[in-house]
């Protein structure tokens, strides 16, 4: 059984930043699960934000989010955290976080590939 609680979502105006944590209750080690957060805005498709691997070194972005965030892991505190800065309107939307369960250090793109989901928090940028 695996539980994500998303939290840190908010509303600021453009420019400014946030952080968004997840927090997982699970029994296994957390540190084998690749983890990551997608996005939905209303009207659109859920989208790919980031993702991380075993190790901060692995990490994948979105092309629009390159360079503004940064995803990395606290695995003693089964937590995966996601540093938003220069925060744009076009960032609005819920975000989610959710892990993958097959232990291949995967760090896809794709949600269908994540297994368990956060119930989300929503981020509303102001311009």
């Known amino acids: 059984q695996v539980q994500l609680v998303e939290s840190g979502g908010g509303l600021v105006q453009a420019g400014d930043s946030l952080r968004l944590s997840c927090a997982a209750s699970i029994r296994t080690a957390f540190s084998w699960y690749s983890m990551a957060w997608f996005r939905q805005a209303p009207g659109k498709e859920r989208e790919f934000v980031a993702a991380?691997?075993?190790?901060?070194?692995?990490?994948r972005y979105a092309d629009s989010v390159k360079g503004r965030f940064t995803v990395g892991r606290e695995n003693g505190k089964n937590t995966v955290y996601l540093q938003m800065n220069n925060l744009q309107p076009e960032d609005t939307a819920v975000y989610y976080c959710a892990l993958d369960r097959s232990v291949s250090n995967s760090i896809s793109s794709y949600a269908s590939e994540y297994d368990y989901w956060g119930q989300g928090t929503q981020v509303t940028v102001s311009s």
């Open positions: 991380i691997g075993w190790t901060a070194g692995t990490t």
